[in-house]
């Protein structure tokens, strides 16, 4: 698996041993280490077809170089990959699209034609290029900026030209290093909608973003990195429910039996008690406090967000890296 | 959004175009392109200059000449030898000027006459007698002038021969200790050429990559397509460019042929004959600009800014001037296990073998010259983007690194 990918790229047929036809990515155990620091340490993926599946983590977990291993730029230590069928991910470069962390375009090309190149990279010849790049700046409401040259843009209208140059081959899988970084709210929600447009139309969407909100709102399965290892690879709501929904209590008695019915974990903030819901369920804890005589004033019942799922699973320490990276971005 | 897939991927060759298409024509528009063309006249510029101001330099400077202080028929008599032997032996013998005519039995010093006479370019004063002629001058000089005296002051005695007859001229086309001269002089030439041109252009590609690293593009590049294909690209491009420059250059030298101002035709011929040879100079171009290109391109591509790469430049230049010595070193050792080293090498192999188009005339060798040089090419290439991909990309495992760090181990002990 370490072998050089260049090597045998004549050769595009996918390996004799197809994967599920329902993985678009699976690696098992990706190593990478650089100058002796670990920065990938066994990574697990599995990306399902289809969907649309978010890296999430802080700066530094690992997000871009496990990204750049799947795409094939550079090669793992140890480990597998398997990139639409085939374990030489540049094999299937017609059928990927990539938009770098560090955005970049040729200063002097106008958009279309930086549209058209990028196609030609992945294999669209350059007439056709031109003529889609043309076609995707009008559908995005960037028609006027066609003609104009990389170096005239702003950084925001450059990086959008790019992301439409990651689509311009039509790929069946597309992988966006921290696509919201450098755009404006406007055009974060439209990149959402074009995500899920994609996703809806049966292309494959990966991304990684330190923003849980993104991933939240977006993602079927989430991949939760930090300090080069996954800790949690699945579904959003399963990662959600490895944190027991949280109780939020008022009461009218400060004091009394009823307080024997409340967990160990139970904190006050304010007028209220939180705590994590009891494995036996909300009917006996109700039961105790009615009985407790509590004067239950409210009673709500939250199934945890990300943010806490998170937190949860990649610990304290990360989750404030998560919270301080979201913010510089903000 | 999404319609039809698109079906295959682009080889190696046809990404190597996407990005040598890129390439020629962003250098093409560029506006430096055009001092790109013009880089060749600023030495040929700077050398008329120097050429007229050196011409006039000499011109203002006259010929050395012989002074002479005799008495006046020996002075004479030296005078008509000089005259006569003159035309017979063009050039060998020095201009006469009158110092001074004595008066018979008067004595002088001729010493004395040379520092007198400042104004006049005199070399040596003759003096004495035509039995007895004594030669006065910076020592160099006068060793060798002491013949020609002697035989204008034997001349002059009436020792010498009267009547000359005409010698009957029988030019043969050439022999052959003149067609191997001429022809190596052709070699050389040709060789001269080919590494100006190659160090004038295949130094350009040093700092290719420069750019696709500063702007981040290489990231993009290298998930689409093989980073050979990126070398490739780039070498063909530049090699692209280059012959544009050199196609312009060299209409433009014929055009000053045609209206007189080059003279060609003294070249002589070399053995396979001009159309091949020019052919073959082309092909030969080619493969040194891409032997040499591919080797700076990967060297470049370690090199992360362009002061980096200006450091690099010197070395290079170096480089390029040991390789052409080597080959024009061969050259002076035809048939020696020197010439075959030179053909072989790689990077010597374009000039040792158009040196050889010059000398010999079968053609295989440069059939096989240059399957040979393709094949290190390709060598070259690959193995310059696998060090670009191991140590800029940092990709695969890190086994040079600790093969590196053994060798360092070793050197420290």
């Known amino acids: ?330 | 959004m999404i319609g039809t897939r698109q079906p295959g991927r682009l080889s190696l060759l046809a990404a190597a175009m996407v990005i040598a298409r890129r390439d020629f024509v962003a250098i093409l528009w560029s506006r430096s392109f055009i001092f790109f063309l013009l880089g060749p006249l600023f030495p040929l510029v700077v050398g008329a200059m120097a050429g007229s101001i050196g011409s006039r330099v000499e011109t203002s400077t006259d010929a050395p000449q012989l002074g002479i202080a005799m008495e006046g028929p020996a002075l004479d008599a030296m005078l008509t030898a000089q005259a006569a032997l003159g035309p017979r032996i063009d050039g060998a013998l020095p201009d006469l000027a009158i110092v001074r005519r004595l008066k018979p039995g008067e004595k002088t010093d001729p010493a004395a006459l040379l520092r007198a006479t400042p104004e006049r370019n005199l070399a040596a004063i003759v003096s004495g007698t035509l039995t007895h002629p004594i030669l006065t001058g910076p020592r160099d000089r006068i060793a060798q002038w002491q013949g020609p005296v002697s035989l204008m002051a034997a001349h002059a005695q009436g020792l010498g021969p009267s009547h000359f007859p005409d010698v009957a001229l029988s030019a043969t086309i050439t022999s052959h200790a003149a067609t191997t001269h001429s022809r190596l002089r052709t070699a050389q030439g040709g060789q001269t050429l080919l590494f100006l041109l190659t160090m004038l252009l295949a130094g350009m590609v040093l700092s290719n990559l420069v750019e696709e690293k500063g702007n981040k593009i290489i990231e993009v590049l290298a998930a689409a397509i093989p980073m050979d294909a990126v070398f490739l690209g780039k070498l063909f491009a530049m090699l692209g460019v280059s012959m544009v420059g050199i196609a312009v250059w060299g209409a433009t030298g014929l055009l000053f042929n045609l209206l007189g101002g080059l003279n060609l035709h003294g070249l002589p011929p070399p053995a396979v004959g001009w159309p091949l040879f020019v052919a073959l100079g082309v092909c030969y171009f080619s493969m040194a600009y891409l032997l040499l290109g591919s080797l700076f391109l990967a060297v470049g591509s370690m090199a992360s800014t362009v002061r980096e790469v200006q450091t690099l430049s010197m070395p290079v230049t170096m480089a390029q001037l040991m390789v052409f010595f080597f080959a024009s070193y061969a050259l002076a050792r035809q048939g020696t296990p020197v010439e075959w080293a030179a053909m072989a090498f790689p990077l010597s192999s374009p000039f040792a073998m158009l040196a050889r188009a010059a000398m010999h005339a079968p053609l295989w060798p440069h059939l096989a010259a240059l399957g040979w040089q393709t094949m290190w090419v390709f060598l070259f290439v690959r193995g310059g983007a696998h060090v670009f991909r191991r140590r800029v990309m940092q990709s695969g495992p890190q086994g040079v690194k600790r093969r590196r760090s053994l060798i360092d181990i070793w050197r420290q002990r």
């Open chain 1, 1 to 330: 698996m370490t072998s050089d990918p260049d090597a045998d790229l004549d050769n595009p047929a996918p390996d004799s041993n197809e994967p599920p036809p329902d993985l678009a990515i699976e690696v098992r155990g990706l190593v990478k280490r650089f100058d002796g620091a670990t920065a990938v340490d066994g990574v697990d993926l599995r990306v399902p077809t289809g969907s649309i599946y978010g890296i999430l983590g802080p700066n530094g977990a690992g997000k871009t170089t496990t990204l750049r291993m799947i795409l094939g730029i550079i090669d793992p230590d140890a480990g597998e990959r398997r990139v639409l069928g085939s374990t030489r991910p540049q094999t299937q470069a017609h059928a990927i699209g990539y938009l770098p962390e560090e955005r970049g375009l040729y200063p002097a090309m106008k958009a279309y034609e930086a549209i058209a190149f990028l196609g030609a990279l992945r294999g669209v010849p350059l007439k056709e290029g031109r003529k889609r790049g043309r076609a995707l700046l009008e559908a995005h409401g960037l028609g006027h900026l066609a003609e104009r040259q990389i170096r005239q843009m702003s950084k925001g209208q450059a990086q959008q030209v790019q992301l439409l140059g990651t689509l311009v081959h039509r790929p069946k899988l597309v992988i966006f290093d921290e696509p919201f970084s450098g755009l404006d709210a406007i055009n974060q929600g439209r990149l959402e909608q074009m995500i899920r447009a994609l996703a809806k139309d049966g292309t494959t969407v990966i991304f990684s973003t330190h923003v849980i909100a993104h991933a939240e709102r977006l993602c079927d399965e989430v991949a939760i990195i930090a300090g080069g290892r996954v800790p949690f690879a699945g579904p959003v709501n399963v990662a959600r429910d490895r944190i027991r929904p949280q109780v939020r209590l008022e009461t009218r008695a400060t004091d009394g039996p009823w307080r024997a019915a409340l967990p160990a974990d139970a904190r006050r903030e304010g007028p209220f008690w939180l705590f994590s819901l009891p494995e036996s369920g909300v009917e006996p804890l109700l039961r105790a406090l009615i009985e407790g005589e509590a004067g239950i004033l409210s009673l709500s019942i939250e199934r945890a967000g990300l943010h806490d799922a998170f937190v949860a699973i990649a610990g304290e320490a990360a989750a404030r890296a998560l919270d301080a990276a979201s913010e510089e971005a903000a």
